[in-house]
T-cell receptor
Framework: DGGITQSPKYLFRKEGQNVTLSCEQN?????MYWYRQDPGQGLRLIYY???????QKGDIAEGYSVSREKKESFPLTVTSAQKNPTAFYLC???????????????FGEGSRLTVL | GIQVEQSPPDLILQEGANSTLRCNFS?????LQWFHQNPWGQLINLFY???GTKQNGRLSATTVATERYSLLYISSSQTTDSGVYFC???????????FGTGTSLTVIP
């Protein structure tokens, strides 16, 4: 089945530790995104990538890092510099047919990170 | 960025009732999507609707891009419709979607 797989679904970490969230898609989409959701809030964009080896900061990139070495993979690292890392993290992808067209957005099931 | 406002923020319905959810946005958009977030957090695509009207079973949506709003209609609501409904728009500069804060719907039997 085509889709977006995020892992792990639940993750606990101690303060001061970096953690990496995995996102893999087999939809052959060019664009991939990471969003953060806090309780009772909408989604906020952390980073996005339209092509391999290229990515751009979203609205809340501080304390996060990403890489895009393969088209199907877009891992997110939550670093110790992120002041409030406890949140629900969602990965998405879209076809991204051009510079001003993103296409329909599809989401994975999310990863819930708790910092102890 | 672009501002996206959804109303009402919370809605409680008796099973079988109809409802209308609204999404207003502050600038021209290329695209607009409606999502349903289920209790486990997954975002389910409902409609991809930059303009016009679409229907899918008991749900339908209308986007009037020139007036900067979209409406999601839910008819004959069921308890499984409960959850949070999000509107997301892609600014006409492209490349990313901006989300509203959602409408939390509770359908009671």
């Amino acid at each position: 089945d085509g889709g977006i797989t995020q892992s792990p679904k639940y993750l606990f970490r101690k303060e001061g530790q970096n953690v990496t969230l995995s996102c893999e898609q087999n939809l052959n989409h060019d664009a991939m995104y990471w969003y953060r959701q806090d309780p009772g809030q909408g989604l906020r964009l952390i980073y996005y990538s339209q092509i391999v080896n290229d990515f751009q900061k979203g609205d809340i990139a501080e304390g996060y890092s990403v890489s895009r070495e393969k088209k199907e993979s877009f891992p997110l690292t939550v670093t110790s510099a992120q002041k409030n890392p406890t949140a629900f993290y969602l990965c998405a992808s879209s076809i991204s047919a051009g510079a001003h067209f993103t296409g329909e957005l599809f989401f994975g099931e999310g990863s819930r990170l708790t910092v102890l | 960025g672009i501002q996206v406002e959804q109303s009402p923020p919370d809605l409680i319905l008796q099973e079988g009732a109809n409802s209308t959810l609204r999404c207003n946005f502050s600038d021209s958009v290329n695209n607009l999507q409606w999502f349903h977030q289920n209790p486990w957090g997954q975002l389910i695509n409902l409609f991809y609707i930059p303009s016009g009207t679409k229907q899918n079973g008991r749900l339908s949506a209308t986007t009037v891009a020139t007036e900067r709003y979209s409406l999601l209609y839910i008819s004959s609501s069921q308890t499984t419709d409960s959850g949070v409904y999000f509107c997301a728009v892609e600014h006409n500069t492209g490349n990313q979607f901006y989300f509203g804060t959602g409408t939390s719907l509770t359908v009671i039997p």
